[in-house]
């Protein structure tokens, strides 16, 4: 067995002997705890036993550096990298990816048989498995868990969760036998602090030794944010200066905003934070870097890095972010100012972190930090074998009290949630290799599915306390022995005999104006209502003083009999959600000619080999041939709209687009149309954007504009054109790839990928 040069934890020896013993496992430990060095364990044996392992991650951002880090510690030769735009040595023993990545292995699509694919792995590592609740791509973690082959180990690490040992036992019964390693233990614990502007040049320990709110920590005092005082008050230089002088130095001080981390930075333009011996060495690093990356040159944040200060965020270039990264790891940057992106596995530990508030604005308005984000982000302080304690400050503001913060820091972490959700491409890949109801099968070992009991738990609670309300409601005694049912019927019988009563009258006082005496039908309806009044008189009913509250219970016995029924109608419904999704999304590609008998056709092949936002969508756009004649710059221009999400509304571009770009999106928004009808009839919501504000701007960078040209053109940040132009170029490389489509398109798309992919666009 490989002998690391430092002994290792309780925790770590119990994973490394499950590895040993061939068993797969779930590691759930705390942010910084260790648990690389598990992962580390299972390369080398790979290496040793001359097997592979594919290490997977979230982001394209972390394979990069894992990829970096693992060929300068097992050799160059050893490690690969596949990313989704990215191939580099991918027969090696070792091969770092991102996760969706070894998705599309397991589907068998275009990037090869699964056979070759999987050839001699026997390991997978799934770093950061805690991203099965990222809304959008959690769905990516399940699928590769359930597709995985069972001789195959799983080694998914895991940052701290309520609900470990659901997630292991899913594992567990969907693909082979898996030991949950847990553990609370921080090898460098944390110690929480307040910092309160009423004493600006301290920070205060958040909670006393028995785990009660610090009685010294007042509330912050309501102002107004544009008043002189505010303006004049600068918290951030205050604590940066407090972290300065207790030597709690260097630390991510981690904000919600883009525009708040570069303003932030700005405010301690005065700072000066490095030794004049780390002065140089930023100098000589950042001179080494802007060599290869000369286009940095005249960049507005370098002045920053000069005095141990920077930004980093998705709104900067990949190149500069890199260099921030780089300095930041050598120790040269001492305070980063960052949003929650950096706490998602990039390797930038910090001695502390600084959290501006525990709220943050989302898309749907809003709300309180949860714990996890919270545990993830402080969990960045303490670097283990360098510090002996983190330090985690909280920052008061007006829109949160003390308490509230200290509750947040004594939370235990969420449970892991589902996102499974099928799409098109996996019901189009599942029918290539399985019969109808062995897909059903797949679908419902989703971790969803397996957790559905704790889903639908309220539902099931309140399904329970409307029988309790029903039964109790029926077990009142009638005082005549009386069953519902009489009650029942007797209250039928009276309303008939009002109605009777009612109609006999009328027919009396017609045959008096006419003169007319002993009346046929007078007669006969006087006899029936007598009839029903003497069937009324069995039930001893009108004579009852519990009369009306009985009537009122049957009223409310029905009302809760409805919602019972409904509820049961919507657990049922939510037992099968995933299932009644996958029969959706088939449905309509029925409709669209890519599925016969529960068969893929060939353009439903092509289908299944996409990757996007909505597979049919592009799919319907590539095989109507609406893109065959457009030239190179024309056809990323139209990607360029599709891989676009909705912006704010007042947003336009300031150039408009080439008239065959304009043309293609016109037809291409009919196509949008109909599948938008039928996907409204399945209860559908499947994003179809066509969003052309950037391309103008990918049209002008293709015929050799110069990026700083295309930067003045926009108000969106050189980060946000880097990622659209990068989305542009996956789609176009997949278009590249396809088989049965037009060849002249490929080469097409292939040049219009060479032309967008120089500097700054093409820096990893």
């Known amino acids: 067995m490989y002998k690391f040069d430092f002994e290792l934890d309780d925790f770590q020896k119990e994973a490394v002997e499950c590895i040993d013993n061939s068993k797969s496992i779930v590691v759930c430990a705390p942010t910084g705890a260790g648990k690389t060095c598990i992962a580390e364990h299972a390369i080398h044996k790979a290496l040793e036993e001359n097997t592979r392992v594919f290490y997977t991650t979230p982001l394209k951002a972390l394979s990069n550096q894992k990829f970096y880090d693992f060929g300068k510690k097992y050799g160059e030769g050893n490690v690969g990298l596949l990313t989704g735009d990215t191939s580099i040595n991918r027969e090696a023993p070792v091969v770092v990816m991102t996760t969706e990545v070894f998705r599309n292995m397991l589907y068998n699509t275009n990037f090869g048989a699964l056979k070759d694919n999987l050839r001699g792995v026997k ?61 609370d233990f921080r090898p460098v614990p944390l110690r929480h602090y307040y910092f309160d502007s009423s004493k600006p040049f301290d920070i205060l320990p958040l909670l006393t030794p028995e785990g009660r709110l610090n009685k010294k920590i007042k509330p912050e005092k309501k102002v107004n944010l544009y008043s002189r005082q505010a303006k004049k008050q600068n918290n951030v230089k205050n604590v940066i200066n407090v972290l300065k002088k207790k030597d709690m130095l260097p630390a991510i001080f981690f904000t919600f905003s883009r525009k708040k981390c570069d303003e932030n930075m700005e405010k301690c333009a005065d700072l000066n934070l490095i030794t004049q011996e780390e002065a140089k060495q930023i100098r000589l690093e950042i001179h080494d870097f802007l060599k290869d990356h000369v286009y940095l040159e005249n960049n507005k944040n370098l002045e920053y890095l000069y005095n141990g200060i920077a930004s980093h965020h998705a709104g900067l270039l990949p190149a500069w972010k890199l260099l921030v990264e780089r300095l930041f790891q050598k120790g040269l940057i001492k305070v980063v100012f960052a949003t929650e992106t950096l706490a998602a596995g990039i390797n930038m530990p910090a001695r502390t972190t600084v959290i501006s508030a525990i709220s943050k604005r989302t898309d749907s308005g809003h709300r309180m930090l949860t714990a996890n984000e919270f545990l993830q982000m402080s969990g960045r302080a303490g670097r283990r074998g360098m510090d002996k304690i983190g330090n985690v400050v909280v920052m008061g503001t007006q829109f949160q009290s003390p308490e509230e913060v200290a509750e947040l820091v004594k939370s235990s972490a969420n449970p892991l949630e589902s996102r499974f959700s099928p799409s098109y491409s996996m019901v189009l890949n599942l029918l290539q290799n399985l019969e109808l109801e062995q897909a059903k099968e797949l679908i419902l070992k989703s971790f969803g599915y397996f957790s559905s009991t704790d889903r639908l738990k309220p539902m099931i609670l309140q399904q329970m306390e409307y029988e309790k309300t029903i039964n109790k409601l029926k ?42 005496k002993n009346a046929p039908e007078v007669n006969e309806y006087s006899n029936k209502t007598k009839e029903i009044r003497n069937l009324m008189q069995k039930y001893n009913c009108e004579i009852c003083r519990g009369y009306k509250k009985h009537i009122k219970n049957l009223e409310i016995i029905n009302r809760y009999e409805k919602r019972y029924k409904d509820l049961c109608k919507n657990i049922e419904h939510q037992k099968d959600i995933y299932w009644n999704k996958f029969l959706a999304h088939k449905e309509i590609l029925e409709k669209f000619g890519y599925l016969k008998d529960e068969t893929p056709l060939e353009k439903g092949v092509v289908c299944s080999m996409i990757r996007a936002e909505n597979e049919l969508f592009l799919s319907e756009i590539i095989l109507k041939g609406i893109l065959d004649e457009l030239q190179p710059y024309e056809l990323a221009s139209v990607v360029c709209a599709l891989v676009t999400e909705d912006l704010r509304s007042d947003v336009y571009p300031n150039q408009p687009v080439s008239k065959n770009t304009r043309k293609a999106l016109n037809k291409i928004k009919e196509i949008r149309k109909r599948i938008a009808i039928e996907q409204r009839n399945f209860d559908i919501n499947t994003p179809m954007y066509i969003n052309s504000y950037y391309s103008p701007l990918i049209e002008q960078w293709i015929l050799e504009t110069p ?10 940040s050189e980060g946000d054109i880097v990622r659209v132009f990068r989305r542009t170029v996956d789609v176009l490389r997949q278009l590249s790839s396809l088989p049965d489509i037009n060849e002249n398109l490929k080469e097409k798309a292939k040049e219009a990928v060479r032309s967008i992919l120089k500097e700054p666009v093409d820096a990893e």
């Open 707 to 716: 990026w700083e040209d295309i930067a003045k053109q926009t108000d969106s």
């Open 475 to 516: 077990q009142e005694k009638c005082p005549f022995n009386h069953t519902n049912e009489d009650f029942i019927e007797f209250n039928k019988l009276k309303d008939k005999f009002i109605v009777f009563r009612k109609l006999t009258k009328t027919l009396l006082r017609q045959a008096k104006q006419k003169g007319q």
């Open 123 to 183: 390991y997978v590592v799934l770093d950061e498995v805690h991203y099965m609740n990222d809304e959008q791509r959690g769905t990516v973690w399940e699928e590769s868990i359930i597709y995985c082959p069972s001789n195959i180990q799983i080694i998914a690490l895991s940052a701290t969760i309520a609900n470990s040992k659901q997630l292991c036992d899913w594992i567990n019964t969907v693909h082979s036998q898996t030991e949950l390693i847990y553990t």
